[in-house]
T-cell receptor, first 112, second 112 residues
C-alpha cells in the first residue's frame, strides 16, 4: 500500500540551531503535502503545506521543500526556540482521493 | 465558530462493549475523516466521507462503522470493543475548495 516514511523519529537541537525533518512518499501522483505540529495532549495543527507545482515555500522561520523526482519533501525550522518542541508529522494526499497518509512523526526537542 | 468538536474527551470500555464517538463541525465542510493515533504509528485513517450519505474505508477500518446523515456530523461506532482499539481518536474536516484539514481535540479511549 501507499506509505510515507519520516526521519528522524527524534531530534534534539540547541536553541538557535536549525532542524530538518525529511519525508519520502510512495504515490508518485500525490499532489499535496502538509506538515502538522502536535504538542503534548493537543490536536495536530497545520503549520505549513506545499503543493506539487511548487518546489519551496517559506513562512517566517519555517520552510518546506519538495523534490517530486525523488518523491521527497522536507521541513526546515531555523532559529529554533523552546516553544518549537513538539511532535511533527508530514502527510501526503493520495491523488484523486481525500485520503491522507501520515508519517510516523518526529519528536523535536529544543534545548535551551 | 466552534470548528471541529468531539465527545467524549475520555472513555473507558470493557471488551465487547459498543459505543459511538461523536464528531461535529460547523464550517459546512464536505470532507470528514476519522483517524486513530497510536505511539510511534502516526495518524492512521479509519474511515472518511466526501459528503452526506457517502463514506469509504481508510487504512484500518476493521471493527469500526461510520455514517454521514448530515453535513455537520460524522459519528464513529465501535461495534464490539477490543483492547487493540485503545487509542486516541481524532476527527478532521476540510472543504472541497481547500485541502487544509482541521482536527478536533481528540477522544482518548481505553478498552480493558
Amino acid at each position: 500500500g501507499e506509505n510515507v516514511e519520516q526521519h528522524p523519529s527524534t531530534l534534539s537541537v540547541q536553541e538557535g540551531d536549525s532542524a530538518v525533518i525529511k519525508c519520502t512518499y510512495s504515490d508518485s501522483a500525490s499532489n499535496y503535502f502538509p506538515w502538522y505540529k502536535q504538542e503534548l495532549g493537543k490536536r495536530p495543527q497545520l503549520i505549513i503545506d506545499i503543493r506539487s507545482n511548487v518546489g519551496e515555500k517559506k513562512d517566517q522561520r519555517i520552510a518546506v521543500t519538495l523534490n517530486k523526482t525523488a518523491k521527497h519533501f522536507s521541513l526546515h525550522i531555523t532559529e529554533t526556540q523552546p516553544e518549537d518542541s513538539a511532535v511533527y508529522f508530514c502527510a501526503a494526499l493520495l491523488s484523486g482521493t481525500y485520503k491522507y497518509i501520515f508519517g510516523t512523526g518526529t519528536r523535536l526537542k529544543v534545548l535551551a | 465558530n466552534a470548528g471541529v468538536t468531539q465527545t467524549p474527551k475520555f472513555q473507558v470500555l470493557k471488551t465487547g462493549q459498543s459505543m459511538t464517538l461523536q464528531c461535529a463541525q460547523d464550517m459546512n465542510h464536505e470532507y470528514m475523516s476519522w483517524y486513530r493515533q497510536d505511539p510511534g504509528m502516526g495518524l492512521r485513517l479509519i474511515h472518511y466521507s466526501v459528503g452526506a450519505g457517502i463514506t469509504d474505508q481508510g487504512e484500518v477500518p476493521n471493527g469500526y462503522n461510520v455514517s454521514r446523515s448530515t453535513t455537520e456530523d460524522f459519528p464513529l461506532r465501535l461495534l464490539s470493543a477490543a483492547p487493540s482499539q485503545t487509542s486516541v481518536y481524532f476527527c478532521a474536516s476540510s472543504s472541497r475548495d481547500s485541502e487544509t484539514q482541521y482536527f478536533g481535540p481528540g477522544t482518548r479511549l481505553l478498552v480493558l
